[in-house]
């Protein structure tokens, strides 16, 4: 089993809508598995059927038991977060604004204050509507260890993709750098790294491949939209050859990408003509590569 990870530096490259059509090409040697937990999109164009839902918890928040507080307002006065406002002659606990510190709890005279497990968020295991199981995850408003989740998502995916044999399993990361990236790329066979020859798609793509080669993870690149900026693209590919980065594929400016997504389709369905040729090709060149 090998785990295929599609990435970006910033949003906005096509690297959701690539995920999706790579799924639909694989058909049933596939798992796929969302961890853009931050900003989940992928199941807008496979329809999972949310088949199983768990709440996840991650870190502490802060809660007053009204029976016992006397209203010494000793926990406001050394919260930093500004988390414990007074309202209705009480004081009470900002689960938006409360870090989970215990700084308060520590500060209370009658130990009023408990630190319970905070609710970051649900994960599910779920089937799309292409008959593929997909684990994916939605990150609570507010909530942070998304790099947690994300993990999380990781492990259910593996245990479900070994007990249901499948041969790959492909991992829709979030763009950037940040915790939900490095916990993707925890423990991958291939990086897909999908850019666009912006002066932003250039910098961020040079960015995250320090991150992906400080992991010695191969890498492919695929540029998209490579026929807006001649120049840009010329730079990218001097850039992959330096590096030794596999160039997957180019992909032409195409408005059937957008058309696609209005339609809730991936671009193989939706595009019979050369989007559809070079994703193929893309998805086949992946395969060899990892053989």
């Given at each position: 089993?090998?785990?295929?990870v599609?990435?970006?530096?910033?949003?906005?490259?096509?690297?959701t809508?690539?995920?999706?059509?790579?799924a639909?090409?694989?058909?049933?040697?596939?798992?796929?598995?969302?961890?853009?937990?931050?900003a989940?999109?992928?199941h807008?164009?496979?329809?999972?059927?949310f088949?199983?839902?768990?709440?996840?918890?991650?870190?502490?928040?802060?809660?007053?038991?009204q029976?016992y507080?006397?209203n010494?307002?000793?926990?406001?006065?050394?919260?930093?977060?500004d988390?414990?406002?007074?309202?209705?002659?009480?004081f009470?606990?900002?689960?938006?604004?409360?870090?989970?510190?215990a700084?308060?709890?520590?500060?209370?005279?009658?130990s009023a204050?408990?630190?319970?497990?905070?609710?970051?968020g649900?994960?599910?295991s779920?089937?799309?509507?292409?008959?593929t199981?997909?684990?994916h995850?939605?990150?609570?408003i507010g909530?942070?260890n998304?790099?947690k989740l994300?993990?999380?998502v990781?492990?259910?995916?593996?245990?479900?993709a070994?007990?249901?044999?499948?041969?790959?399993?492909l991992?829709?990361?979030?763009?950037?750098?940040?915790?939900?990236?490095?916990?993707?790329?925890?423990?991958a066979?291939?990086v897909?790294?999908v850019?666009e020859?912006?002066?932003?798609g250039?910098h961020d793509?040079?960015?995250?491949y320090d991150?992906?080669?400080?992991?010695?993870?191969k890498?492919?690149?695929?540029?998209n939209?490579?026929?807006?900026?001649?120049k840009?693209?010329?730079?990218?590919?001097e850039?992959?050859?330096?590096?030794?980065?596999?160039?997957?594929?180019?992909i032409?400016?195409?408005e059937?990408?957008?058309?696609?997504?209005?339609?809730?389709?991936t671009?193989?369905?939706?595009d019979?003509?050369?989007?559809?040729?070079?994703?193929?090709?893309s998805?086949?060149k992946?395969?060899?590569?990892?053989?």
């Amino acid at each position: 089993m090998k785990e295929i990870v599609i990435i970006s530096g910033k949003g906005g490259t096509g690297k959701t809508s690539i995920t999706a059509s790579f799924a639909y090409l694989a058909g049933n040697d596939v798992l796929v598995a969302d961890c853009d937990v931050d900003a989940a999109d992928l199941h807008l164009l496979l329809k999972p059927d949310f088949g199983k839902e768990e709440d996840f918890y991650s870190g502490l928040i802060a809660k007053i038991d009204q029976q016992y507080c006397t209203n010494c307002g000793r926990c406001a006065n050394v919260c930093r977060f500004d988390a414990i406002p007074f309202k209705n002659n009480h004081f009470v606990v900002d689960t938006i604004d409360c870090e989970g510190c215990a700084y308060c709890a520590k500060v209370c005279p009658t130990s009023a204050i408990d630190l319970l497990p905070a609710y970051s968020g649900k994960w599910f295991s779920s089937t799309t509507r292409l008959n593929t199981p997909m684990i994916h995850a939605h990150l609570g408003i507010g909530s942070d260890n998304s790099g947690k989740l994300v993990t999380k998502v990781k492990n259910e995916a593996k245990t479900l993709a070994e007990s249901e044999n499948k041969n790959y399993i492909l991992i829709d990361g979030s763009p950037g750098i940040g915790c939900p990236v490095v916990s993707s790329l925890s423990g991958a066979n291939f990086v897909v790294l999908v850019t666009e020859p912006s002066i932003s798609g250039i910098h961020d793509l040079k960015r995250i491949y320090d991150l992906v080669k400080s992991f010695k993870i191969k890498a492919g690149c695929i540029i998209n939209k490579f026929d807006i900026n001649e120049k840009g693209t010329d730079e990218i590919m001097e850039f992959l050859k330096n590096e030794k980065i596999e160039h997957i594929a180019s992909i032409p400016y195409n408005e059937n990408f957008t058309n696609a997504m209005t339609n809730a389709q991936t671009i193989v369905e939706y595009d019979k003509g050369e989007l559809t040729e070079i994703l193929t090709n893309s998805w086949e060149k992946i395969k060899g590569i990892i053989a």
